[in-house]
């Protein structure tokens, strides 16, 4: 009786049928039928009651039809309506692109429900594309840095060391790939800081570490310091040509320093030769630079000049080089109003060529 209304009535026994086995709780045990639309099966499973086909069509001894949806829990007091979950993944079998292996939720339909890409070090980077992947990393536009270490910083300059081109010593930004993170040229003299003796003062090169990129000419402490020699004929006062530049430097500075009021030209020489002789040479020489500058505009009222001969060596006059060094020109400030602050002498700028 019951299959015969069911046979009638096939498009609409479903409807009915479900909610009142909802409802009540009861369980079918099983039931089948076939008409042009619908088909119930019902099967236990775990205590619970699954509807396995609700509607499709029937061919080839083979059911093809909407399937998968519980409906009745252990007890039946609270029934359910949830679509199944074969491996309990929390994504409905029906959207399921692994239904068997349990996974997470995705918005890739082929990815929906399947397990998570493997992250051996867990940076959330998947292995696949982790060229670090047994190393916690971060992510990088760069395949080959991908979920790799970030680089560090050895110098702590805030250049990593990956992009730092003096890694182990502390420097500055620079567009040029060869200087970014070396120290910089503070004073614009081509020698970078760390090899530069005078970092904030221009200068030349110089064999001597401790005057290289330094001026020409400093004022340091009570001394006008000159990184070069003046140049005299042998046995004479009088000046060589090459050391013209390095005058001009020296009343630069005069010039610069008007707080500097007394300066004393010392002349000095080896012990060749008689030391009266020698004085006397050393005091020609001082005069000869004396009036050198006071040509380059230097007031000779701040200017004296004095002869020591051999007296002050500085070398040993046993060796060439000893007695090169002890045949100089120093210049001793003797006189120094230090209420006066340098005035730099503006360089004037050369006329366009036509």
């Not at 020489?269 to 020489?285: F, I, K, Y």
């Amino acid at each position: 009786m019951l299959l015969t209304m069911l046979s009638r009535y096939a498009p609409y026994a479903i409807f009915l049928l479900l909610p009142a086995c909802v409802s009540t709780g009861k369980a079918i045990q099983y039931a089948s039928f076939r008409s042009n639309c619908d088909k119930v099966e019902e099967v236990h499973q775990d205590g619970h009651n699954a509807v396995l086909s609700v509607c499709g069509v029937y061919e080839d001894w083979h059911w093809h039809g909407f399937n998968g949806w519980e409906y009745g829990g252990p007890s039946a007091e609270q029934p359910l309506l949830t679509p199944m979950d074969a491996d309990a993944d929390g994504v409905p079998d029906t959207a399921d692109a692994c239904p068997t292996v349990a996974g997470i939720a995705s918005l890739d339909p082929t990815k929906n429900g399947c397990p998570p890409p493997a992250d051996a070090d867990a940076d959330g980077i998947p292995d696949g594309a982790d060229a670090c992947p047994q190393q916690w990393g971060v992510a990088n536009e760069d395949p080959k840095k991908n979920g790799c270490p970030p680089p560090g910083d050895s110098d702590g300059d805030g250049i990593t060391d990956d992009v730092d081109a003096c890694p182990q010593v502390r420097g500055i930004a620079s567009p040029d790939p060869k200087k970014n993170g070396c120290p910089g040229d503070t004073d614009g003299d081509g020698f970078d800081d760390p090899v530069d003796a005078c970092p904030n003062e221009a200068g030349k090169a110089d064999p001597d570490p401790t005057k290289n990129g330094c001026p020409a000419v400093q004022v340091k402490g009570d001394q006008i310091v000159i990184n070069d020699r003046i140049e005299f004929a042998t046995g004479k006062a009088e000046i060589k040509p090459v050391s013209n530049q390095l005058l001009d430097d020296l009343a630069k500075i005069m010039k610069d320093h008007p707080e500097i009021k007394k300066v004393e030209i010392q002349g000095h020489t080896d012990n060749q030769g008689p030391a009266v002789l020698n004085r006397m040479l050393s005091r020609r020489r001082a005069k000869s630079v004396m009036k050198a500058l006071e040509t380059r505009g230097v007031n000779a009222n701040r200017m004296t000049a004095k002869g020591f001969g051999p007296d002050q060596a500085v070398a040993s006059n046993d060796t060439p080089e000893g007695r090169q060094a002890n045949r100089r020109v120093q210049f001793q400030i003797t006189d120094r109003d230090k209420a006066v602050p340098p005035t730099p002498t503006p360089t004037p700028t050369p006329a366009p060529t036509p």
